[in-house]
C-alpha cells in the first residue's frame, strides 16, 4: 500500500466520492442530469454491481472497514443500498448469471456482506439457488462451433460467474455441480476439435457486437481482451485449478489459453504488447493484428498479465510468473508517456490499471510495480475534485465528461481503488475483474 501524506489524501478523497454516493436520491438526481455514458446504454439497474446500486453497496461496505470512525454510518447506508438492490429485482427479476448485471454480480456483493454478518446469508443462499436454476437451465452455448463471447466473457459470460463461484467458501453439491459445469464449458471453448483449424474461441462476423468490428475483422477473430476474451476463461480455468478442481481437459485448457496469449504477443521498445484481437484470413488462419491494444484492465497488456499471473501461480510455472511480472512491467513503462490522457475509472482507464498493480505489488517481487502505486494514485487523483458530482467524471472520447457513480465506468470503482491502496479493506470486489 502506498503510506504518509498521499495515502491520507487517497483517504479523504475515497471519503468525498463515497459519501456523494450514499445519498440515493442525490446519486438518481445527478446521474439523471448527465449526459449518458456509452458503454452503459439504457437506464441504470439497481440490481447490477458494475453499473448500478449493487455496486454501490459493496463500495460503502468497503468504506465501512476502510474509516472506522464513520464505520457505522457506512454499514447502515450500504445495508440501505444493498436491501434496494435486491427489491428491485421483485420489479425486474434478474434473468442472466453473469458478474456485470446477473444473479453472480450480486451475489457476490452479498457474500461480502456475509462475510462478517450472518444476518446476510439466508439471502444469499436464495440468490445461489436462482443462480444455479439459471445455470441449468441454458443450453450448452459452446456445443456448435463458436460460442459468443456474452456466454464466456468475464462480464456477462462463464468466465465471471466462475470466478465468483469458486470464492464460495465450502460450496454444496448444487453449487459444485454449477461449479463443473461452468469449468467443462470453457474447457471445451478452450480445446479444438480433432477436425478444427482453430478452438471455439473464434468469433464469427455474425457474432461481432459492433457493426465497425466487420471492417477490421471481415473473416472473424480471436478476442485478446481480459473484459470479452479468451484471458477471462484462462482466469477463470487456473483459479478452478488453483482450488483443486481437476476436471477432464482442464490442464490442457490451461495451457492452450497461455500459449495462445504467447503466440499473440508482439515486442516494442518496452516488452511484451498484445493487440486487441487476432483476425482470421478467409481460410480461418490466424493473422497478424496491425495495431497494439490500450493500455487498461478491458484490453491490453495489464488485463492480460493479470490473467497470465493467476495462471502462473495455479501451475506453479515460475517461468510464467516471470513472464508476467515483465509484461506488466513493460505496460507500467509503456504508460508513463501518456498517463495523462487515461480516463480515471476502471474498465479502460487509472483506476483499473492502479487496482491490477496493486495485485502486482502485493503478490510477486515486482520493485516497479511498488514504485509504480504512488505515481499511478497521484494521476488518479488529480483526476478528482470536489466541485464535480461524484468527485470525479468518466472521460470519453472525443471530449465527453460524464457523472457517471458506477462501479466498472464510473465514481464508485476509483473509490474502491483508492480505499484498496491506502487502507486494510477487503479485495473481494478485485475478482469481479478476475485480476485476483
Not at 458503454?39 to 472497514?65: C, E, F, I, M, T
Not at 470512525?69 to 428491485?88: F, I, K, N, P, Q
Request: negative net charge.
Amino acid at each position: 500500500m502506498i503510506a504518509g501524506p498521499l495515502a491520507e489524501q487517497a483517504r479523504r478523497t475515497a471519503h468525498l466520492i463515497t459519501s456523494r454516493l450514499a445519498d440515493p436520491r442525490y446519486v438518481a438526481d445527478r446521474a439523471a442530469a448527465s449526459i449518458d455514458d456509452p458503454n452503459n446504454p439504457g437506464p441504470r439497474h439497481a440490481s447490477s454491481l458494475l453499473a448500478g446500486d449493487a455496486g454501490l453497496a459493496l463500495l460503502l461496505r468497503v468504506a465501512s472497514k476502510a474509516h472506522p470512525e464513520s464505520g457505522d454510518h457506512w454499514r447502515r447506508a450500504a445495508h440501505e443500498t444493498l436491501t434496494r438492490a435486491v427489491r428491485s429485482t421483485h420489479e425486474r427479476p434478474l434473468f442472466g448469471h453473469g458478474i456485470v448485471a446477473g444473479s453472480a454480480g450480486l451475489a457476490l456483493v452479498l457474500s461480502e456482506f456475509a462475510a462478517d454478518d450472518h444476518r446476510y446469508q439466508r439471502p444469499l443462499d436464495g440468490l445461489h439457488t436462482r443462480l444455479a436454476d439459471q445455470l441449468r437451465a441454458r443450453n450448452n452455448p459452446v456445443a456448435g462451433s463458436h460460442a459468443s463471447v456474452a456466454e464466456y466473457d468475464a462480464l456477462q459470460g462463464a468466465a465471471g460467474t466462475l470466478g465468483y463461484l469458486l470464492s464460495v467458501p465450502g460450496p454444496d453439491a448444487v453449487l459444485r455441480d454449477c461449479i463443473h459445469g461452468l469449468i467443462d464449458e470453457l474447457v471445451r471453448l478452450c480445446t479444438p476439435a480433432p477436425t478444427e483449424v482453430e478452438s471455439r474461441w473464434v468469433i464469427p462476423p455474425e457474432d461481432y457486437p459492433l457493426p465497425s468490428e466487420v471492417e477490421k475483422y471481415p473473416h472473424g477473430y480471436i478476442n485478446l481482451g481480459l473484459a470479452h476474451g479468451i484471458p477471462g476463461p484462462l482466469a477463470a480455468l487456473s483459479l478452478a485449478w488453483r482450488a483443486g478442481y481437476r476436471r477432464p481437459g482442464i490442464r490442457e485448457a490451461i495451457g492452450n489459453g497461455i500459449a495462445l496469449l504467447s503466440s499473440a504477443a508482439c515486442e516494442d521498445g518496452f516488452g511484451a504488447d498484445w493487440p486487441s484481437g487476432i483476425p482470421l484470413d478467409p481460410e480461418g488462419r490466424r493473422t497478424q493484428a496491425r495495431h497494439p491494444a490500450r493500455t487498461a484492465w478491458c484490453y491490453g497488456a495489464p488485463g492480460i498479465a493479470a490473467a497470465l499471473l493467476i495462471a502462473a501461480d495455479a501451475l506453479e510455472d515460475e517461468r510464467l510468473r516471470a513472464y508476467a511480472v515483465a509484461a506488466f512491467e513493460a505496460s507500467l513503462r509503456r504508460s508513463e508517456e501518456h498517463l495523462h490522457s487515461l480516463a480515471p475509472t476502471i474498465c479502460h482507464g487509472l483506476a483499473g490499471l492502479l487496482a491490477i498493480c496493486e495485485v502486482f505489488a502485493r503478490t510477486t517481487d515486482s520493485a516497479q510495480a511498488r514504485a509504480s502505486l504512488p505515481a499511478l494514485t497521484e494521476r488518479l487523483l488529480a483526476h478528482c475534485s470536489e466541485g464535480l458530482a461524484f468527485g470525479v467524471q468518466n472521460l470519453e472520447m472525443p471530449d465527453l465528461r460524464i457523472d457517471n457513480p458506477d462501479f466498472l465506468c464510473g465514481a464508485s470503482g476509483v473509490a474502491a481503488a483508492l480505499w484498496t491502496v491506502s487502507a486494510p479493506v477487503s479485495r473481494r470486489w478485485q475478482r469481479s475483474l478476475l485480476i485476483a
